[in-house]
Every structure is written in C-alpha cells, then in structure tokens.
C-alpha cells in the first residue's frame, strides 16, 4: 500500500501484509496529533496515558512505522505460525512519541499471532 493510501485505511484495518502472513494494522489511537503540540503537561500526560495511547511524533507517520515494523518483524522472524502472542521492545537514539505526557525513545511492538502493530512506550 503506497503512502496516499495508508490514510485511507479504517482503524484495525490492514495497512500491509508480510511474506510470512502477519497482517500489519492501523492502531488510530497512537498517531500523531496535531493539538498535541498545544497540550499543557497535565492535558498531555491524559491524553497519552494507556487509555488514550501513547502517540508517535509527526515525523513517525503511518508509512514509517509501517515499514519499521516490517523490518523488525522480519528481523526476529515471526510469521503466522507463531504459536502465542509475543512482543519486543526497542530503543531508538531519537525520539519517537510521547507516552505518559513524556518524549521517550522507545518502541514496543505486539504480535497477537496474525496481526502486528506498534506504540510509543516510556522508556
């Protein structure tokens, strides 16, 4: 799915599907928004609680986290024979979202054995 098309993609809806038959969905809740810039700390650290979801930065947009998720799970090799849900946690040098109403550098991505995806958590 090219770029143009990722923002189309409903919320669980399959952003793309990997060689090994992992489908790689659209989790809305943990994309960049706009008034997150304009949020005071308190506001901030609500609306990227674990009710809320943490939420990747602008420069995390749906085709990079897409492709970064690929990567990774092609990277440890997970596929649909995956036999019970498995996740992995990673530490960038950069900053990738805002979790807890704080920046952090840190990836946790979750596989429930057919689907994929991946949220900013503390780090």
Known sequence: MDE????NAPDGGALRTLPGGLVIVRR???EWIESVHKMRHEKLRVFTD???GSKFVRAWDLARVTNWIEEQALAVNWTRELQEPKSIVVRLPEIVGVADGERV???RMVCDVRYLHAYPVED
């Open 28 to 30: 809305k809740k943990h």
């Open 50 to 52: 674990k009710v809320f």
């Open 105 to 107: 550098h840190t990836i």
């Open 4 to 7: 143009a098309n990722f923002a």
